[in-house]
Nanobody, 124 residues
């Protein structure tokens, strides 16, 4: 059974940093892409970042480029989202999701397994 569990969310002031972690179990982790998405109240879920199984390829949403980075440690079955220079508009529930092998899509419907999410709140 595939399980994803996010951690690292919390309350931070604008300009601050957080690092989210996503631990995956139940699959051969290193061959699958992992994506991060977020959903703010009243808004649709949006793509944040994705990384290939090997970690050699990644993609970031334009709104977070230069501030967020995605990485993974396949020995620990964990993907990280380092978030710097946080803004109030980054406030949302952040979800990690397990995707396909050989590509790292930006569309949430391409991901089959999801974690329960972790709340990130950025105060102004």
């Amino acid at each position: 059974q595939v399980q994803l569990v996010e951690s690292g969310g919390g309350l931070v002031q604008a300009g601050g940093s957080l690092r989210l972690s996503c631990v995956v179990s139940g699959r051969t982790f290193s061959i699958y892409a992992v994506g991060w998405f977020r959903q703010a109240p009243g808004k649709e879920r949006e793509f944040v970042a994705a990384i290939s199984g090997s970690g050699g390829n990644s993609d970031l949403a334009d709104s977070v480029k230069g501030r967020f980075t995605i990485s993974r440690d396949n020995a620990k079955n964990t993907v990280y989202l380092q978030m710097n220079s946080l803004k109030p508009e980054d406030t949302a529930i952040y979800y990690c999701a397990l995707g396909p092998s050989f590509r790292w899509p930006v569309v949430h419907s391409d991901y089959g397994y999801w974690g329960p999410g972790t709340q990130v709140t950025v105060s102004s």
